[in-house]
């Protein structure tokens, strides 16, 4: 039985160095994140803001140059306290989610990147756009936030959850979107398709299960 650290450390190995690695400790415990980050894991990943609020403090306060990753569903009524304990936000489905975030960043005057998530996988479980038409549009509404906020809010790239049917096609679809936005980072992959998704072109995966749980 393999520990957390020696997972960490053979998945890191895996990915070139351009790679980055979010490890994503949803329903683990801060000890058990503290051996990823043993492993040089220093960008985590949380799905839920409540959670996230017992566990980066004590994370931060012992590692201060960790980055958080928020890649959950982000209510908007939770944005205060995201902008807060997160320094990406990954899970961006609409214009108005991203003022309330954009803004909120300027009045903490706290660095935020954000990602706009896309709905690769059709499953309407998920959250994110859709259409094609309506994420161009936002993309332009986004982009004059991060003029307007500067240098807080920076609008880096797109995230998407691929099928279990088609993990190929889907990231290259997302693929083509992010070069078709000059979007440059693409965060796709998780722990049963990120081997794939590099192979798309993936800039950023987001593994939890493979570290964690082996």
């Not at 209510?75 to 975030?101: R, Y």
């Not at 796709?188 to 192979?199: F, H, Q």
């Amino acid at each position: 039985m393999t520990s957390i650290p020696e997972r960490a450390k053979a998945i890191r190995a895996s990915l070139a160095p351009n790679i980055r690695l979010v490890a994503v400790g949803k329903g683990h415990t801060a000890a058990e994140i503290e051996q990823a980050v043993s492993a040089g894991c220093f960008e985590l990943g949380e799905s839920k803001v409540q959670e996230a609020e017992g566990k980066i403090p004590l994370l931060k306060a012992a590692h201060p140059n960790l980055i958080f990753h928020m890649v959950g569903r982000l209510q908007s009524n939770k944005v205060k306290e995201a902008v807060a304990l997160f320094d990406v936000i990954q899970s961006v489905d609409s214009v108005a989610l991203a003022q309330k975030i954009s803004r909120e960043a300027s009045e903490q005057k706290k660095k935020i990147a954000v990602f706009i998530q896309f709905r690769i996988s059709g499953r309407e479980t998920q959250s994110g756009y859709t259409s094609e038409a309506e994420l161009a549009q936002s993309i332009g509404e986004i982009r004059k936030l991060e003029q307007i906020y500067a240098p807080y809010f920076k609008l880096e790239g797109l995230m998407g959850i691929a099928s279990r049917e088609r993990p190929r096609e889907d990231f290259k679809r997302l693929k083509q979107l992010a070069k078709s936005f000059a979007l440059p980072l693409l965060s796709m992959g998780m722990s049963e398709d990120y081997e794939i998704a590099v192979e798309e072109g993936s800039t950023m995966v987001r593994i939890g299960r493979a570290i964690f749980e082996g």
